[in-house]
């Protein structure tokens, strides 16, 4: 499974997302990264409403999970995970041209075109040959641009997020230039976010299990896996460097 994967993720429509932060060490050792650092000034709030999200993990979409996983042999999940993997890749060719990253922008676009065109996004054949996909995401775009991650937030059913990805969610929503001609996008939005929580299924159950404070370690997940991205992307556009043989 994608490391990232352990992210909200998940941004987006996962119930527990997990993504952002970095202590200022990291940020003392490249200042040109927008790290996130953890600012919980409402955590009563948040603590309550993770609760209340794992009471509607319980009683409604952890049984619709399990069930899934039990009865959907693996190609179908994984059909099904490319499928919305590849809806995604139009915002990601948007937030690429918002960074000036045009080749990337461009090879976003022609992953969406081919793998749409050759098997409506359920097989990762762009892949195969060799366009790789690069994640990204309109927070993403906001940290790359110096904002920082403000408050942290555990959004209703969503999970963690925080203030800048929050909002950035919220752009990525109206200006999706795919989802938002698509009829019953409601009903996407849901399997998407379904698919997205049957993904990190195993460590949702992980976190149900352990005896720490499971609010303290969703947090400290999210920030981490955040940052992760964050480091990629600022390691991934470092100049290549130069070797003289004298």
Known sequence: MNKYLK???FNLL????LINFSSADENEVNPSI???????PIEPVNRAML???????????????KTYKSIAPEPLEKGVSNFFGNLREPIRAVAFVF???????????????????????????????????????IGLTLAKGGISSGPYL????????????????????????VSNNL????????????????????????IRESSSDRY???????????????????VQNLPTPKIYIE
Not at 183 to 206: C, F, K, Q, T
């Open 7 to 9: 992210v909200i993720v």
């Open 34 to 40: 927008q790290y996130d650092e953890i600012y919980d």
């Open 99 to 137: 960074q000036g990253e045009f080749l990337k922008s461009l090879n976003s676009t022609g992953r969406f075109a081919l793998n749409t065109i050759t098997s409506l996004g359920t097989f990762d054949l762009a892949s195969r040959i060799g366009m790789t996909k690069n994640e990204t995401d």
């Open 154 to 177: 555990v959004l209703p059913i969503i999970g963690p997020s925080n203030l800048r990805d929050f909002s950035g969610d919220i752009v990525e929503f109206f200006i999706d230039p």
């Open 183 to 206: 009829p019953n996008r409601a009903y996407l939005s849901i399997g998407d976010g379904l698919n997205a929580r049957a993904e990190v299924d195993e460590e949702i159950d992980l």
């Open 14 to 17: 996962i119930f527990f997302g």
């Open 51 to 65: 609760e209340f999200n794992f009471v509607i993990d319980d009683v409604v979409i952890r049984p619709v999970i």
């Open 216 to 234: 303290e370690m969703l947090k400290s997940i999210y920030y981490q896996n955040r940052n992760s991205q964050i480091e990629e992307d600022f």
